[in-house]
Protein backbone atom coordinates (compact mmCIF):
# COMPACT_ATOMS: atom_id res chain seq x y z
CA UNK A 1 0.00 0.00 0.00
CA UNK A 2 1.26 3.66 -0.90
CA UNK A 3 1.17 6.22 1.23
CA UNK A 4 0.54 10.10 -0.54
CA UNK A 5 2.87 12.51 0.57
CA UNK A 6 2.20 15.38 -2.00
CA UNK A 7 0.65 14.60 -5.71
CA UNK A 8 3.97 13.49 -6.93
CA UNK A 9 5.42 11.92 -3.89
CA UNK A 10 4.74 8.32 -2.58
CA UNK A 11 6.26 6.10 -0.07
CA UNK A 12 6.09 2.54 0.14
CA UNK A 13 5.27 1.05 3.38
CA UNK A 14 7.97 -1.64 3.03
CA UNK A 15 10.42 1.83 3.35
CA UNK A 16 8.57 1.98 6.62
CA UNK A 17 9.83 -0.19 10.32
CA UNK A 18 7.94 0.33 12.83
CA UNK A 19 9.56 -1.11 16.69
CA UNK A 20 7.04 -0.82 19.34
CA UNK A 21 8.65 -0.17 22.73
CA UNK A 22 7.32 0.87 26.15
CA UNK A 23 6.26 4.37 26.42
CA UNK A 24 7.52 6.63 29.87
CA UNK A 25 5.19 9.06 30.95
CA UNK A 26 1.34 8.30 32.47
CA UNK A 27 -0.47 5.45 31.82
CA UNK A 28 -0.71 3.69 35.49
CA UNK A 29 -0.07 0.09 35.38
CA UNK A 30 -0.39 -0.12 31.37
CA UNK A 31 3.44 1.38 31.24
CA UNK A 32 4.61 -1.19 32.40
CA UNK A 33 2.54 -4.05 30.77
CA UNK A 34 2.21 -2.39 27.20
CA UNK A 35 4.55 -1.80 24.23
CA UNK A 36 2.56 1.61 23.25
CA UNK A 37 5.44 3.98 22.10
CA UNK A 38 6.58 4.09 18.22
CA UNK A 39 9.66 4.21 17.00
CA UNK A 40 9.27 5.10 13.26
CA UNK A 41 12.61 4.15 11.03
CA UNK A 42 12.88 5.64 7.35
CA UNK A 43 15.87 5.15 5.21
CA UNK A 44 15.51 8.46 3.77
CA UNK A 45 19.07 8.15 1.85
CA UNK A 46 18.31 5.14 -0.04
CA UNK A 47 14.48 5.53 -0.92
CA UNK A 48 13.61 5.46 -4.14
CA UNK A 49 10.35 7.28 -3.68
CA UNK A 50 12.29 11.21 -2.89
CA UNK A 51 13.27 13.25 -5.34
CA UNK A 52 17.19 13.82 -5.31
CA UNK A 53 16.14 17.88 -4.14
CA UNK A 54 13.79 16.52 -1.43
CA UNK A 55 16.31 13.72 0.13
CA UNK A 56 19.07 16.61 0.15
CA UNK A 57 16.71 19.21 2.27
CA UNK A 58 14.83 16.50 4.22
CA UNK A 59 18.48 15.51 5.62
CA UNK A 60 19.08 19.19 6.89
CA UNK A 61 16.05 19.00 8.33
CA UNK A 62 15.95 15.65 10.21
CA UNK A 63 18.85 17.32 12.17
CA UNK A 64 19.44 15.13 15.09
CA UNK A 65 17.09 13.24 14.49
CA UNK A 66 19.22 11.55 11.54
CA UNK A 67 21.59 8.80 12.23
CA UNK A 68 25.16 8.73 10.77
CA UNK A 69 23.68 5.96 7.96
CA UNK A 70 20.69 8.32 6.79
CA UNK A 71 17.75 6.69 8.71
CA UNK A 72 15.73 9.19 10.08
CA UNK A 73 14.15 8.07 13.19
CA UNK A 74 10.94 9.48 14.70
CA UNK A 75 9.38 8.15 18.60
CA UNK A 76 5.65 8.90 19.22
CA UNK A 77 4.69 8.53 23.10
CA UNK A 78 1.99 11.22 23.68
CA UNK A 79 -0.91 8.51 23.17
CA UNK A 80 -1.74 5.98 25.38
CA UNK A 81 -2.89 3.89 21.90
CA UNK A 82 -0.24 2.07 20.14
CA UNK A 83 -2.70 3.01 16.89
CA UNK A 84 -2.82 7.11 17.77
CA UNK A 85 0.99 7.24 18.17
CA UNK A 86 1.42 5.01 15.22
CA UNK A 87 -0.57 7.71 13.31
CA UNK A 88 0.98 10.17 15.24
CA UNK A 89 4.38 9.06 13.87
CA UNK A 90 3.69 8.84 9.78
CA UNK A 91 1.80 11.94 10.20
CA UNK A 92 5.11 13.57 12.04
CA UNK A 93 7.33 11.78 9.04
CA UNK A 94 4.75 13.10 6.82
CA UNK A 95 4.82 16.78 7.39
CA UNK A 96 8.46 16.44 7.43
CA UNK A 97 8.85 15.21 4.33
CA UNK A 98 6.12 17.70 2.85
CA UNK A 99 7.93 20.88 5.07
CA UNK A 100 11.35 19.60 2.93
CA UNK A 101 9.59 19.77 -0.36
CA UNK A 102 9.38 23.66 0.08
CA UNK A 103 11.97 24.82 -2.14
CA UNK A 104 13.61 28.10 0.02
CA UNK A 105 13.32 31.25 -1.53
CA UNK A 106 16.97 33.06 -2.46
CA UNK A 107 17.38 36.59 -1.29
CA UNK A 108 18.52 38.79 -3.87
CA UNK A 109 20.24 41.91 -1.71
CA UNK A 110 19.18 45.30 -2.62
CA UNK A 111 20.56 48.67 -1.73
CA UNK A 112 19.02 51.11 0.86
CA UNK A 113 17.14 53.94 -0.13
CA UNK A 114 18.02 57.44 -0.23
CA UNK A 115 15.48 58.07 1.97
CA UNK A 116 16.10 55.46 4.39
CA UNK A 117 20.03 56.78 4.18
CA UNK A 118 18.85 60.00 5.07
CA UNK A 119 17.06 59.00 8.37
CA UNK A 120 19.91 56.98 9.72
CA UNK A 121 22.17 59.51 9.42
CA UNK A 122 19.67 62.66 10.69
CA UNK A 123 18.98 59.78 13.63
CA UNK A 124 23.08 59.39 13.96
CA UNK A 125 23.11 63.25 14.07
CA UNK A 126 20.18 63.12 17.35
CA UNK A 127 21.75 60.77 19.11
CA UNK A 128 25.20 62.54 18.94
CA UNK A 129 23.65 65.70 20.56
CA UNK A 130 22.08 63.70 22.99
CA UNK A 131 25.09 62.03 24.13
CA UNK A 132 27.14 65.43 23.55
CA UNK A 133 24.91 67.01 26.28
CA UNK A 134 25.60 64.25 28.92
CA UNK A 135 28.19 64.52 31.74
CA UNK A 136 29.64 68.31 30.81
CA UNK A 137 30.82 70.15 33.93
CA UNK A 138 28.78 72.53 35.11
CA UNK A 139 25.96 71.58 33.20
CA UNK A 140 24.74 68.56 36.01
CA UNK A 141 24.33 68.55 39.90
CA UNK A 142 28.04 67.12 40.69
CA UNK A 143 30.43 70.07 40.88
Known amino acids: MAIYVTPRIMLDENELEETFIRASGPGG ?12 R ?7 SLPDA ?11 RLTRDGVLVLCAQTHRSQDLNRQEALERLIALIRQACIVPVSRHPTKPTFASRQRRLSAKGQRSVTKGLRGRPGVGGDD
Request: aromatic content about 4%; hydrophobic content about 45%; charged content about 20%.
Open 42 to 48: FDVRHSP
Open 54 to 64: VRQRLLVLAGK
Open 29 to 40: QNVNKVSSAVQL
